[in-house]
Nanobody
Framework: QVQIVESGGGLVQPGGSLRLSCVASGAISAIYGQYWYRQAPGKQRELVAS???????NIQEPGRGRFTISRDNDKKTVYLQMNRLKPEDTAVYYC??????????????????WGQGTQVTVSS
């Protein structure tokens, strides 16, 4: 069974920093795109950042200049470093991973999986 698990959320004061982690575990032969999304109360889920298989990154406007996405391929982990946090960054942050799952018969199945989310609250 393949799982996506986020961690690192919490309560932080405005101007503070948090580092979110997202680990993919299980029978995985390849990881393609990795993405961070967030969803604030009453709002739609929005893309925050992405990293392509070749390492190219894209940070969406709300976090540009403050957020950085990176990954450790050996650990199948993607990170979101968030600096100079603002109250409007408060949301549940979700990890989304595009990967190749290894089936019991040895074949592969491309899947896009979500984690359960981690709460980030920016408040004084």
């Amino acid at each position: 069974q393949v799982q996506i698990v986020e961690s690192g959320g919490g309560l932080v004061q405005p101007g503070g920093s948090l580092r979110l982690s997202c680990v993919a575990s299980g029978a995985i032969s390849a990881i393609y795109g990795q993405y961070w999304y967030r969803q604030a109360p009453g709002k739609q889920r929005e893309l925050v950042a992405s990293i392509n298989p070749d390492g190219r990154t894209n940070i969406q406007e709300p976090g540009r200049g403050r957020f950085t996405i990176s990954r450790d391929n050996d650990k199948k982990t993607v990170y979101l470093q968030m600096n100079r946090l603002k109250p409007e960054d408060t949301a549940v942050y979700y990890c989304h991973v595009d990967l190749m799952r290894i089936l019991d018969n040895g074949g592969g199945q491309r899947k896009e999986l979500w984690g359960q989310g981690t709460q980030v609250t920016v408040s004084s």
